[in-house]
T-cell receptor, first 112, second 115 residues
Framework: GENVEQHPSTLSVQEGDSAVIKCTYSDSASNYFPWYKQELGKGPQLIIDIRSNVGEKKDQRIAVTLNKTAKHFSLHITETQPEDSAVYFCAAGGNYGQNFVFGPGTRLSVLP | GAVVSQHPSWVICKSGTSVKIECRSLDFQATTMFWYRQFPKQSLMLMATSNEGSKATYEQGVEKDKFLINHASLTLSTLTVTSAHPEDSSFYIC???????????FGPGTRLTVT
């Protein structure tokens, strides 16, 4: 089955700096790679996703890149703000939600 | 759009009792719903996949007789934790997918504490 690794487990950045979180996956059949932000006591919120037919996707300060050959994908947050502080999870799975596996999460702290 | 609600948001029950958690897609019809469990400072672990009108598919290691899932309509799935024990205390989160993108939209979660 799918196995997703995520690094780093914790990340502290100064406000305004960029943050990068990387994930690797094992199942070459996976073709849907979303990123979620989870605040304390709440459910995960989809912030961006990418499918295997695309190498990069951007939405304002957030971007995701995918290298399907190397089986890794990354989340990039630019101009970080304190409200970006949360736990971020990557996930990998099939296009229809099948075999969906989450990474272990990254706790991001943006210091003012 | 794509709002998923859960009820209750938190519940405390005594050991041996059963608890029902509801998951609703408020503004769309969900093709499939998923149930996850999350322990403190850990990732989400998929428990089961639920399709309307059919039996749920449970992940390996999840007791289907203990975690009963009913997907009665395209907007409602319920998870019943039967004969709950303290080790069942956790954060239970549902998600719903819709066509054609099949993105998963998560509910706010239900914190279950079994005393």
């Amino acid at each position: 089955g799918e196995n997703v690794e995520q690094h780093p487990s914790t990340l502290s950045v100064q406000e305004g700096d960029s943050a990068v979180i990387k994930c690797t996956y094992s199942d070459s059949a996976s073709n849907y790679f979303p990123w979620y932000k989870q605040e304390l006591g709440k459910g995960p919120q989809l912030i961006i996703d990418i499918r295997s037919n695309v190498g990069e996707k951007k939405d304002q300060r957030i971007a995701v890149t995918l290298n399907k050959t190397a089986k890794h994908f990354s989340l990039h947050i630019t101009e970080t703000q304190p409200e970006d502080s949360a736990v971020y999870f990557c996930a990998a799975g099939g296009n229809y939600g099948q075999n969906f596996v989450f990474g272990p999460g990254t706790r991001l702290s943006v210091l003012p | 759009g794509a709002v998923v609600s859960q009820h209750p948001s938190w519940v405390i029950c005594k050991s041996g009792t059963s608890v029902k958690i509801e998951c609703r897609s408020l503004d769309f019809q969900a093709t499939t719903m998923f149930w996850y469990r999350q322990f403190p400072k850990q990732s989400l672990m998929l428990m089961a996949t639920s399709n309307e009108g059919s039996k749920a598919t449970y992940e390996q290691g999840v007791e289907k007789d203990k975690f009963l899932i009913n997907h009665a309509s395209l907007t409602l799935s319920t998870l019943t934790v039967t004969s709950a024990h303290p080790e069942d205390s956790s954060f239970y989160i549902c998600s719903a997918t819709r066509q054609p993108t099949w993105e998963q939209y998560f509910g706010p979660g239900t914190r279950l504490t079994v005393t």
